[in-house]
Structures are given as structure tokens and as C-alpha cells.
């Protein structure tokens, strides 16, 4: 098992960025897959981007690329969402997950909130 820790959330005009942190321990991550997800109010949970065990495939929800990021440090067991260009709906709690693939998710961390004002 993972356990999933996300750090780095808080409150940004639009237009600013953020860099969101996901610290695991247990098992190592280079073992998993590994998303971000958000849920923002009163709405469903939504797949943000993902990425693979070696990092040589990635998804990103269509509304996101080309200003969010994915990247993974094995070694260091974090997982990072660099957001640029940040905008009011983009306001949601996000979370980390890990999995077997890009598409399957089976551990999943409490949470950050992101607010972003316009």
C-alpha cells in the first residue's frame, strides 16, 4: 500500500500559478501510476492529468493543457502539479492518486484545497 499526502494548495489571483505536492510513503511510487484529480463545489470528481510509472506517458484533461503539469521524482517519492495560468474554475479540492495504470486509481490522498478569485 501508498499513503498520499498533498501539499501546496491555497489562494491565487487568476492568472497566477501554483505548484501542488504529493508526498508518499509506503511502497514506492515508482511501482505506480500517478493522477490528479479535483472535485470543485457541487460537481463531480474530475481526472486531471496523470502520469505513468516511468513517466513516458502522461493524460491531461483537455481544459488544462498547456498551462498544467505533471511530473514525478521516484526517488524523492513526490509527485508534482505545476498550474499555470490559473483560473476561477480551476477552484476545487485536488487530489493525489496512485494506481495500476493511467485509468485505474486505487489510493488516493484527503486533499488541497486551490482557490482561485477572479
Known amino acids: 500500500q501508498v499513503q498520499l499526502v498533498e501539499s501546496g494548495g491555497g489562494w491565487v489571483q487568476a492568472g497566477g500559478s501554483l505548484r501542488l505536492s504529493c508526498a508518499a510513503s509506503?511502497?514506492?511510487?515508482?511501482?505506480?501510476?500517478m493522477g490528479w484529480f479535483r472535485r470543485a463545489p457541487g460537481k463531480e470528481r474530475e481526472y486531471v492529468v496523470g502520469?505513468?510509472?516511468?513517466?513516458?506517458?502522461?493524460y491531461y484533461l483537455d481544459s488544462v493543457k498547456g498551462r498544467f503539469t505533471i511530473s514525478r521524482d521516484n526517488d524523492k517519492r513526490t509527485v508534482y502539479l505545476q498550474m499555470n495560468s490559473l483560473k476561477p474554475e480551476d477552484t476545487a479540492v485536488y487530489y493525489c492518486a496512485a494506481g495500476g495504470d493511467l485509468y485505474l486509481y486505487n489510493y488516493w490522498g484527503r486533499g488541497t484545497q486551490v482557490t482561485v478569485s477572479s
Open positions: 502520469i505513468t510509472r516511468n513517466g513516458d506517458n502522461t
Open positions: 509506503g511502497r514506492l511510487i515508482s511501482t505506480y501510476a
